[in-house]
């Protein structure tokens, strides 16, 4: 168990419809991390806060957005969906923002149909 | 970050060590070496990290060359549970760069 908590774990939505996706980091983890996994595109970054701020941005499409708060929570957005959104969204925590190991929850698993 | 080379696939039988091997030949001074693996599906799980010198931990032993161009991820006893896609990734997180998995290693470990 890697300490990070995701919910939920499954989610099943049509096309057009927004979602929100959560995410709670280790105890005393500072930066919390977004990834997404689709079949053809592998572990792709999207975004990272650190202490409620955002840090650094990959690849998140203007249609996604994320934030985290105070308790150090963190949530993302993602609307308009479409069906090429349908994958594994990953969140990670790590005590910092240098090169501490990430921690990885077990995902959350969106559908679009 | 440099580029990393792994097999796309290796097997191991039940018990004796893995060894995974990962090519980073135009690793830079100031780029660690980072293993992470993935269970079927599940978060990524950290294994071990290192920049010049061997590492060792309770999961795996990390092998990096004198010249830093290549490194080997050591499991020294594999048991079914270790079947899993291995990523070697190096990144040099003072530069502000994030991690980015390529597409790894399936290790698949057999009775």
């Known amino acids: 168990d890697s300490g990070v908590t995701q919910t939920p774990k499954h989610l099943i939505t049509a096309t057009g419809q927004r979602v929100t996706l959560r995410c709670s980091p280790r105890?005393?983890?500072?930066?919390v991390y977004w990834y997404q996994q689709s079949l053809d595109q592998g572990l792709q970054f999207l975004i990272q806060?650190?202490?409620?701020?955002?840090?650094a941005k990959g690849n998140i499409l203007e249609r996604f957005s994320a934030q985290q708060f105070p308790d150090l929570h963190s949530e993302l957005n993602l609307s308009s969906l479409e069906l090429g959104d349908s994958a594994l969204y990953f969140c990670?925590?790590?005590?910092?923002?240098?090169?501490?190991?990430?921690?990885f929850g077990n995902g959350t698993r969106l559908t679009v149909t | 970050d440099a580029k990393t080379t792994q097999p796309t696939s290796m097997d191991c039988a039940e018990g004796r060590a893995a060894n995974l091997p990962c090519n980073h030949s135009?690793?830079?001074?100031?780029?660690?070496v980072y293993w992470y693996r993935q269970i079927h599906s599940q978060g990524p799980q950290y294994i071990i990290h290192?920049?010049?010198n061997n590492e060792t931990n309770e999961m795996a032993s990390l092998i990096i060359t004198e010249d830093r161009k290549s490194s080997t991820l050591i499991l020294p006893h594999a048991t079914l549970r270790d079947t899993a896609v291995y990523y070697c990734?190096?990144?040099?997180?003072?530069?502000?760069?994030?991690?980015?998995f390529g597409g790894g290693t399936r290790l698949m470990v057999k009775p």
């Open positions: 990670a925590s790590s005590e910092g923002g240098g090169g501490s190991p990430l921690h």
């Open positions: 105890s005393g983890d500072l930066s």
């Open positions: 806060y650190y202490n409620g701020e955002e840090r």
């Open positions: 135009t690793i830079s001074g100031n780029e660690y």
């Open positions: 290192g920049l010049k």
């Open positions: 990734i190096a990144y040099n997180y003072n530069a502000g760069n994030m991690l980015t």
